[in-house]
């Protein structure tokens, strides 16, 4: 199915703000949560696999408040995803969808899956989720997002970028002029800097060090959907030895990882994601 910014672009008013969408195809409903990072919306990491998923699923591709799109509404950027996601759903009447989330969009998916169960049908989460068992923490992607987020520059932007992605020959000029001007949103800027940020990663650091609360990820156990893990076998953002306690932890937990793929899943093996991922949404 093809699909076009402008024919499926949407919003809708809600109690906290405008939040906006796209939406295409019939069906069940599916609803893609975007990630984190410099210049990013959900069109950005969705719209070439929106086509595919729409002709078997009614999809709707959320932005998040704060990155550009949605209306920002005050506090921490992941906390807002996810109350958004159930603020979206009810504004549409939506009592139950299937969710796929990219990196911080698969550990909003997580979060709404623990804390609203009747809600998530299933969850596919593309990196992100869980915590690093061997490798450094913060990682390699990061730490170029702090850099970033600390002194925006495109050639921060470029060294990110090919952190990213495991064939740099996938970063065009277009890539990096689009989220180069994406960046520059006022909006934008403020949500890197709340959760990348020099001061923003140290007081994270303290709240954990002091928190008396456990992580999310070792609450993943009360996840009762399932769950579709994927992952790619040279992400630099995300390692993929963080996909192993949710795996472990989720109960009905599967995991499938892509080789010479970096942390965009969706969009460096665009074609096995989305098979696989129709494979398992349509059981």
Known sequence: ??????????????DQGVLRYHEAGDGPPLILLHGSGIGVSGWRNFRANLGRF????????????????????????????????IRFMDALNIESAAMIGNSMGGVVAVNV?????????????????GASVFSPNPSEGTRLLQEFADNPSREGLLRWLNC????????????????????????????LKAMYGSQALALQQQYLAA???????SMMHKITCPTLITWGADDRQCPPDMAMIPLRLIPEAELHVFPRCGHWVMYEAKEAFERVSLEFLQR
């Open 164 to 191: 990213m992605i495991y064939d740099p020959k996938q970063i065009t000029d277009e890539l990096v002029q689009e989220r180069w001007e994406s960046a520059a949103e006022p909006e934008a800027q403020a949500s």
């Open 113 to 129: 899956a623990m804390q609203h169960p009747a809600r998530v049908d299933k969850l596919i989460s593309i990196g992100g989720i």
């Open 1 to 14: 199915m093809d699909v076009t910014y402008e024919s499926t672009k949407r919003e809708i008013s809600t």
């Open 54 to 85: 729409a002709e078997h699923f009614h999809c709707y591709v959320l932005e998040f408040p704060g990155f550009g799109v949605s209306d920002p509404v005050k506090g921490n950027p992941v906390l807002n995803a996810i109350d958004s996601v």
């Open 211 to 217: 928190s008396n609360t456990p992580p999310y990820w």
